[in-house]
């Protein structure tokens, strides 16, 4: 899976908690630590360890890496993206992870025949759990998506955009999302807490159940609406829960709305 980039390199341009998050996945899924550049003005202790072990650390790039990820922030793309100049024009593949970004904005510093795609994972990539979305500029062809598929795809599912439009919507659903469950979680054992359950309890409950029923949601053929009738018996506590939370004016649709809505303006503002 990871001969071509053992071969070739991997260039990391910011490797914060997103791009941390996909590197220690593709190393666990046999990306050697000798191919990996990381160019990152303030390394976390975790990538100085790694560097102490092979990784190229702020050492220049390879001439013809397989790969450049480039995992900036967006508010750091115009100082960052221009070292990596040099390497454009088509025998390397630029992945981005940057939100906001548009494919545009990489062709006009990269070059016009550069092979360039968007991305957008999330952390659940860490654990080999993440799902990641693409889109492609016109250069990048079967073979540049099969390639960042398959690269990808080391971390968890991917799946491929019909239109570079739609990057928004994905950033603030699954880019994000694991932020809303990380929260759901804090807020679930927040609520135990209040009902009388000591703090580390109810943190263990709420933790248990969220991630036992993300796995039953991914493994069950049923649908995630299914899934919530089978739980809940009428008249009984679940139901009582539920019309708080699916209240159509005060519960969860409205308030997830809201909330994947700002995130995708933030997107459409980013890339301005």
Known sequence: MFSQVNRRGLVLLGCGKMGSAML????????????????DPHPSDWVRGLAAKGLHLNAGFPPDPAIVLVAVKPQ???????????????????????????????????????????AMPNTPAAVGRGITAIVGNAVAGEKDMALAEAFLGAVGQVVRLEDEHQMNAVTALSGSGPAYVFHLIEALAAAGEAEGLPAGLSMQLARATVSGAGELAQRSPETATQLRVNVTSPGGTTAAALAVLMDPDTGFPPLLRRAVKAAADRGRDLGK
């Open 76 to 118: 750091m793309m115009a100082e960052a993206l221009p070292q990596l100049a040099p390497m454009g024009g088509g025998g390397t593949l630029f992945v981005s992870i940057a939100a906001g970004t548009p494919l545009a904005r990489y062709e006009t510093v990269l070059g016009a025949g550069t092979p360039v795609i968007r």
């Open 24 to 39: 220690e996945g593709w190393l666990k899924q046999g990306l050697a630590l000798s191919a990996v550049w990381v160019a």
